[in-house]
């Protein structure tokens, strides 16, 4: 028998090889999108701000954007008088839609109601929507 042929041992043993590397990959292949979910995104620091020029808020309208990583939302109750608050339902996530014609946020999945200051009105929300600092500058609104 010569040196360079496969035994049955050798070759158990590559087989065993190769079998443990596609496992690892395929562990890596369905762990890293769980990963990625779970880790805060880049951007999204307690100190960071956004900025939105006035004229994208109307008044009794809303401005939906991303502020920390997270869904937010720019109201306008009264003309120059601006509202930011987190656009995430405090009940269980959901995102919140606003109202214009009732002038109040819903929340599409257990009917969560919240004020244009993210009181709670009705439903299942345990507290308020997270609200904003809000600044004006300019014909800018700043929020955080
Ligand atoms: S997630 Fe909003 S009311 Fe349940």
Redesign the pocket.
Known sequence: MEQNELTPVRRRGFLGLMLGGLGAALGAMFAWPVLRYLSPRSGGGADSQARVTRDKVPVGGAFLLEFRGRPAVLLQPKAGDFVALSAV??????I?KWQKDKGEFL??????RFSNTGEVLG???PKPLESFKVALEGDEIVIG
């Open positions: 339902c405090t009940h269980l996530g959901c919140v929340c599409p999945c257990h009917g969560g439903g299942p929300p």
